[in-house]
């Protein structure tokens, strides 16, 4: 609920009443842009990427969003636009993309040569890379780029992999053994977990599969593999070239 009233706030949700024609209804719309970039042979954070976007509408941030998030008022301040923080983010993935040899899996096609690694998205629910961002970026006319129209959504495949529904991301680790490191709602904090929730869920046999897609082909659904046979277990290497070399997780 805390999420969504963060939402509000921002004026990502729109209310079923007519918006004020001043503008008021909206407040701070503060975005922090943190992305890791997680290792799914060894389960090691590679890269990590960090931003800021500065409040171009509503500068001042509320108490409620400061105290949820952990975002003081300097560090939007000195933030940049969501435009320019999308450039900075796609340089870092291009970068990545050099170093590593990775493309991004789209669900509808996947790499046919082994130099090629395949990455995928990861994020806690549809709300990020569906919602939030896709709304932002339609509302201030900016081209979004293509490579985060498919993700995995954790939530979802979590809850088919281990057959429980999952109390938020805390509680998704807690349930599984793993006790969240940092701050929740902190952006950065909350991608490092979603990375490390995802490490776990492959180590107990889960096959990561894009769950969304904003493209025009939709894969059909989520694949999880509820354990690991005999074979896989004493042969990593197969399991692992049925799987993702990489996965990204934003906040």
Known sequence: MATKRLARQLGLIRRKSIA????????????EFPAVLLNTSTGQIE???????????????????????????????????LKICLSQ?????????????????????????????????????????????EYECKRKQLLKPVFLNSWIDLRATYKLFYRRKPKGLSGALQEV??????????????????????????????????????????????HAVPKLSHQQKNNPSLFMKKSLHHLIAPQ
């Open 89 to 133: 983010f796609c340089k870092w993935i291009h970068k990545i993309q050099q170093q590593k040899n990775i493309i991004f899996a789209t669900g509808v096609s996947e790499p046919s040569t082994s130099e090629v690694k395949s990455c995928a998205f990861v994020t806690w629910s549809d709300w990020d890379l569906g919602v939030c961002l």
């Open 20 to 31: 004020p024609a001043n503008g008021n209804l909206g407040r701070s719309k503060s975005i």
């Open 47 to 81: 890269s990590e990427f960090q931003a800021y976007v500065q409040p171009q509408e509503h500068p001042i941030l509320s108490e409620f969003c400061m105290e949820l998030t952990g975002i003081k008022q300097a560090q939007v301040d000195e933030g940049v636009p």
């Open 177 to 222: 053994g793993i006790e969240f490191s940092g701050r929740e709602h902190s952006g950065l904090d909350d991608s490092r977990n979603t990375a490390l929730l995802a490490w776990k869920m492959i180590r107990d046999g889960c096959v990561m599969k894009i769950t969304r897609s904003l493209n025009k082909v939709v894969p059909k659904g989520i």
